[in-house]
């Protein structure tokens, strides 16, 4: 079976930067949703100091990323890319189980 997410590169481009330049180590990457907006769910992305034994841990063009158990069926299949736009820089995520997203882009249903 391969990866539950797959990681673009320049998403893995961006973690590393951005872990090389936290100031403090790290174990690498976790990803999951939180209830949040007007459609139900959001993507988080935050640095992990400590691992919990019940993530999902990935490890793909020398990132490591962790996914919390309770956010695993949302984000199986998903792909997460980096954009660096004009008006606009951040993580995106093209994930096959979202029905939905609300008008902002801020949260999504599935």
Do not use: W
């Not at 990132?63 to 993580?91: C, H, N, P, R, W």
């Amino acid at each position: 079976m391969g990866n539950v997410i797959t990681i673009t590169d320049a998403a893995a481009a961006r973690i590393q930067d951005i872990m090389a330049n936290r100031g403090k180590a790290c174990y690498g990457v976790r990803l999951g949703t939180s209830t949040k907006g007007c459609n139900g769910l959001a993507y988080t992305v935050d640095y992990v100091d400590e691992v919990d034994p019940s993530d999902e841990r990935i490890e793909d063009k020398g990132v490591t990323l962790f996914v919390d158990a309770m956010s695993l069926i949302y984000l199986i299949g998903s792909e997460m890319d980096y954009k660096d736009e004009k008006f606009q820089s951040g993580f995106t995520f093209t994930n096959p189980n979202e029905k939905g997203r609300c008008g902002c882009g801020e949260s999504f249903h599935v």
